[in-house]
Nanobody
Framework: QVRLVETGGGLAQPGGSLRLSCTAS????????MEWYRQAPGKSRESVAT???????TYADSVKGRFTMSRDYAKKTVYLQMNSLEPEDTAVYYC???????WGQGTQVTVSS
């Protein structure tokens, strides 16, 4: 059974940090492109960061320099370290695997003072 389980969302103040985790099971994690998406209220879902199996990682311009995506193959987990958070980062964040087109359940991130 395929599962993508996200944890780590919550409330942060502007300028603060949060770290999201997504643990995978039920498919070949090592050969899958993994992504973080987010969806803010009233907006379309957008890609935030992508981890390729080549080792390359890319970011949306809106988060470049503030967010860092990493990958632990042994733990089958991807992370999203979010620093210098802004109210515009408020959204539900989703983990995605290109293998099988799988989505996690999402985790809420709220940035507010």
């Amino acid at each position: 059974q395929v599962r993508l389980v996200e944890t780590g969302g919550g409330l942060a103040q502007p300028g603060g940090s949060l770290r999201l985790s997504c643990t995978a099971s039920g498919f070949t994690f090592s050969s899958s492109r993994m992504e973080w998406y987010r969806q803010a209220p009233g907006k379309s879902r957008e890609s935030v960061a992508t981890s390729y199996t080549t080792g390359r990682t890319t970011y949306a311009d809106s988060v470049k320099g503030r967010f860092t995506m990493s990958r632990d193959y042994a733990k089958k987990t991807v992370y999203l370290q979010m620093n210098s958070l802004e109210p515009e980062d408020t959204a539900v964040y989703y983990c995605y695997s290109s293998t099988g087109d799988y989505w996690g359940q999402g985790t809420q991130v709220t940035v507010s003072s």
